[in-house]
């Protein structure tokens, strides 16, 4: 009798829940809750525009420090696919306010399809429009990750140059920001522009058959993006989760390391509708194991060994989507003698296994994870002392704790 009225109670609460969020989807003020923000890192990056060459205007949003570091580069932070420049600024003490209190230029830009970024002309209007409601906007899924690699970073790239004078930065990426960032270092004319690279939770090809469920999952979602705007229709899921949905958390964090208001957050403010043409394209990596272009005729994954830049590999022990034997493969296959790769989990002395987003999310990374990435960084600006360019590191080298 006593679980026969736990599992009636438990409908009840879901029904209620379901209701409340098919009505709350349902209202323009939901919807653009996020350009109403309080908190300004919360809402799309406005501060201005990169314009690509085909016709968009990305987001970008310009943290300054009190004192610019004229030794220092600009840093550019690209979050992964399906995601929107936020996914920097959601979690307390983030990287970007650690990168200035360091006398570092920080740039987050939203690529194409997230955030502030819109396509000039009336098409751009009227997504405009449909952005603020739970409606799918026109063209929403016409874009691959090549579309980034060859558009969105050359249009950022320029941009920080115009406002900071500095050809070159480093580009920090977290998952399909740091995957774009292999296939521009290996096929860019440009790619010289990138001082030194930060791979966090990114790897150009896997090790181990992907999990079945993950395929499944990605299947599904690329037929539901023809119909409907997914990431929209998300939002009300910052004021209440189902008990299920557990089951997809575990791919993008590891539950004991975020705060409830930083996964609120992420429902609310980050999570965007994924490109189909993108999905498509990570559904094959997903299956095949290596990432290659749109058209199927670049294998990024057996090219890097032409990558020559500096190169950070950011891992968690946790992670499910890039894992540590596919980080490994990745570091020892680059060409760079400048590589190092830092992993982060109980093993390595840390508070825990980070998950794939907790290596930005975790509460415990502003002391575990930001400091020694700021400190390879460090050592990688001009005229740094004791700079290890041209020193190779022919092991990965996990971070020890730092509590």
Not at 197 to 224: C, E, H, Q, W, Y
Not at 225 to 250: C, E, H, I, N, Q
Request: net charge neutral.
């Amino acid at each position: 009798m006593i679980h026969r009225m736990d599992r009636e109670g438990s409908r009840a609460r879901w029904a209620v829940g379901g209701i409340f969020a098919l009505v709350c989807a349902s209202l323009t003020g939901c919807a653009s809750m996020r350009t109403r923000a309080s908190d300004a890192d919360l809402r799309p990056c406005t501060d201005g525009y990169a314009a690509t060459a085909d016709g968009w205007m990305l987001g970008v949003r310009h943290f300054r420090p009190a004192v610019i570091d004229p030794n220092k580069r600009p840093v550019v932070l690209c979050h992964g696919l399906g995601l929107n420049g936020t996914f920097w600024t959601i979690a307390d003490n983030d990287l970007p306010s650690q990168l200035v209190a360091r006398g570092y230029q920080v740039f987050v830009f939203d690529t194409r399809g997230a955030g502030g970024s819109y396509q000039v002309g009336a098409r751009g209007k009227v997504n405009t429009l449909l952005r603020q409601t739970p409606l799918k906007e026109i063209g929403e899924g016409e874009w691959s990750m090549d579309d980034l690699v060859h558009q969105d970073v050359p249009a950022v790239l320029d941009y920080v140059r115009d406002v900071t004078g500095h050809e070159k930065v480093d580009w920090v990426g977290h998952s399909l920001g740091g995957m774009l960032m292999y296939a521009f270092l290996e096929i860019s004319p440009h790619r010289d522009r990138i001082a030194s690279f930060v791979s966090m939770g990114a790897a150009p090809l896997l090790a181990n058959p992907t999990d079945p469920k993950m395929i499944r999952a990605t299947r599904n979602l690329r037929v539901l993006l023809r119909f409907s705007s997914t990431g929209r229709w998300a939002r009300p899921l910052m004021l209440y989760r189902p008990p299920g949905l557990s089951r997809v958390d575990k791919y993008y964090f590891a539950d004991h390391n975020v705060d409830n208001e930083t996964v609120s957050r992420f429902y609310g403010y980050t999570l965007e509708a994924p490109s189909r043409l993108a999905f498509k394209q990570l559904a094959s990596y997903l299956e095949d194991g290596h990432l290659l272009s749109a058209d199927g005729k670049i294998d990024y994954a057996n090219r890097i060994g032409e990558i020559t830049t500096p190169t950070l590999l950011v891992v968690g022990d946790a992670d499910m989507v890039a894992d540590v034997p596919a980080s490994v493969i990745t570091f020892n296959g680059l060409g760079s003698t400048d590589k190092t790769m830092l992993r982060f989990g109980a093993a390595e002395g840390h508070y825990g296994d980070y998950g794939h987003c907790d290596l930005v999310w975790s509460r415990h990374a502003p002391r575990e994870v930001f400091p020694p990435l700021i400190d390879w960084l460090d050592r990688h600006q001009p005229g740094a002392v004791g700079s290890p360019q041209g020193h190779p590191h022919p092991m990965p080298t996990p971070q020890g704790p730092s509590r």
